[in-house]
């Protein structure tokens, strides 16, 4: 019932920023937590940061707070990540996930989510 296109991956150079998009579809859009997850060569999904369904909170991974910014615009459903200070290990394949969760405000776990996106690549050189 959701569907998830996410937009903006590129290559940045390590301290630069970038910009990801998540366009979500479908309907009660308001009642799903939107996410975002990476996952790197050889390695799991991992959560990188959470904002809840509307009027819900943010929650971040420890390795990109205060660096990444997640935000949330409910008119245009979609959720925005912004990376500051991108660092090389940063590098990874980078999902928009959505979750109903009537329990948690800001589901983490892979598991949590039903809807994915496709995945935007996203590159940071030394």
């Known amino acids: 019932q959701v569907q998830l296109v996410e937009s903006g991956g590129g290559l940045v150079q390590a301290g630069g920023s970038l910009r990801l998009s998540c366009e979500a579809s479908?309907?009660?859009?308001?009642?799903?937590?939107l996410a975002w997850f990476r996952q790197a060569p050889g390695k799991g999904r991992e959560f990188v940061a959470v904002?809840?369904?509307?009027?819900?909170?943010?929650s971040y991974a420890d390795s990109v707070k205060g660096r990444f910014t997640i935000s949330r615009d409910n008119a245009k459903n979609t959720v925005d990540l912004l990376m500051d200070s991108l660092k090389p290990e940063d590098a990874a394949i980078y999902y928009c996930?959505?979750?109903?969760?009537?329990?948690?405000?800001?589901?983490?776990?892979?598991?949590?989510?039903?809807?994915w996106g496709q995945g935007s690549q996203v590159t940071v050189s030394s």
């Open positions: 479908g309907r009660t859009l308001n009642l799903y937590a």
């Open positions: 904002y809840g369904r509307s009027g819900g909170t943010t």
């Open positions: 996930a959505a979750a109903y969760d009537i329990f948690k405000a800001t589901p983490t776990r892979p598991s949590d989510y039903a809807y």
